[in-house]
């Protein structure tokens, strides 16, 4: 019987930008009852492109509506006594609140972990920012380069010859609402067990650091440093160019050299300098113009078929954005889902991070108008009635 892992779980997101909705979206997918609590003016990842039509619009920003599916909206002004207020009343029937705030700004509301744990002491607390609660960079702001810069990750990334590289994207913000998932299910389990909640705190630096599995603890082992890649020499590791895009290919796997070099159809390969390991790592700037010269008139996806399906080698193409939208393999295991939004209108969106058949991710609803669900949620949590919400509203409270 399918059911929905988290259904009786109930969710306040306090949370902007991506991090910290990252986290309480994946707690929905999973049936959580997620309300996005935004400021008046809005999350302020309304106003962060891409726009869907290139149009600035709060509700067209491409990763709101990704990092908010699944969620009911309201508005709430935590800077209004009445707006602190209500939200106490709402955390006395919450299980999780995720939270991206300054350390000390909640605080100064009367708002902090200690003070809502008082409403309800089985509360969880998912608190996200750059560098955690404590230590001497705890109050410092960052922004994602900053964080790579601080997390280590950028001294291996690039080539030797040129300056640590970042890389694309947003990783940090990604990487960090998925930790501060698994710490807010820790928690939850913790919870069950211990009967009482607690404060998460997720540093956004440590999370990166964190993925330094090897490099770090090499230093802390043998003071040895990895360095950023060489630019040229041994293809291993190395993008190189074909018809339409860009390969990457290694040896290992159920290739052996010989297969390799039918592979690529160059006589030039039989090489007795080729034929092992040193050889090739010593001629490695040879063996990449050899590589190149054998693949310039083939396309990305002949190349990976045969090398994968005939040849069993290591071999991956680069894949752009519209590869991905029709890749094949995405599309069996159901990655992407179609989203309906009201203003956008039906957009596909990555969706299932992973595979529970007896509990999956579901796609509900959405993400939220600004203060879409204001009559809906604040009636049926806190029992206010349309006058009481009119008031609320007028006076900018809601």
């Not at 962060?48 to 039509?53: C, L």
């Not at 964080?147 to 990334?157: E, K, N, Q, R």
Request: hydrophobic fraction near 40%.
């Amino acid at each position: 019987m399918l059911h929905a892992t988290l259904d009786d779980v109930k969710v306040l997101d306090l949370s902007q930008g991506l991090a910290g909705p990252i986290c309480a979206k994946i707690l929905a997918d999973y049936g959580a009852d997620v309300v996005k609590v935004e400021p008046i003016a809005g999350d302020a990842a309304r106003a962060m492109a891409p726009h869907w039509g290139n149009q600035s619009h709060p509700e067209k920003s491409l990763i709101y509506l990704l990092a908010n599916l699944n969620k009911r909206g309201v508005k709430l002004d935590l800077q209004h006594a009445q707006g602190r207020e209500l939200l106490r009343q709402m955390v006395r029937k919450t299980d999780i609140v995720v939270e991206s705030f300054k350390p000390g700004y909640l605080a100064a509301l009367g708002l902090d972990y200690a003070a809502l744990a008082r409403e309800n002491p089985r509360l969880i607390m998912v608190s996200i920012t750059p560098f955690g609660q404590t230590g001497p960079y705890s109050e410092y702001d960052s922004e994602e380069i900053v964080t790579y810069a601080l997390s280590g990750i950028m001294s291996i990334s690039g080539t030797a010859e040129r300056e640590p590289l970042k890389h694309g994207g947003m990783q940090s913000q990604y990487e960090g609402g998925l930790s501060a998932t698994v710490g807010a299910l820790t928690a939850l389990h913790v919870r069950d067990l211990m009967g009482e909640g607690q404060q998460v705190d997720i540093s956004l630096q440590e999370v990166v650091t964190s993925t330094l599995v090897i490099h770090q603890p090499m230093y802390g082992w043998v003071g040895a440093v990895q360095g950023r890649r060489a630019p040229s020499g041994s293809s291993y590791g190395q993008v190189q160019r074909c018809k339409d895009g860009y390969f990457i290919w290694q040896t290992g796997g159920g290739a052996e050299w010989g297969d390799i070099i039918e592979f690529f159809d160059s006589e030039a390969l039989k090489e007795e300098r080729f034929s092992t390991v040193a050889g090739r790592a010593l001629h490695g700037e040879d063996l990449d113009r050899l590589v190149l010269e054998a693949t310039r008139e083939r396309t990305m996806q002949e190349l990976f078929r045969t090398a994968s399906e005939k040849f069993h080698m290591l071999f991956g193409v680069v894949q752009e954005p519209q590869d991905l939208a029709r890749c094949p393999h995405l599309a069996a295991r159901e990655f992407f889902q179609e989203v309906d939004h009201p203003v956008i209108g039906r957009i596909k969106v990555p969706f299932r991070l992973w595979s529970m058949p007896d509990a999956p991710a579901v796609y509900r609803r959405p993400a939220p108008l600004l203060g879409q669900h204001n009559a809906e949620v604040f009636g049926e949590w806190l029992g206010l009635d349309g006058d009481r919400m009119a008031a609320l509203t007028a006076e900018g409270v809601i």
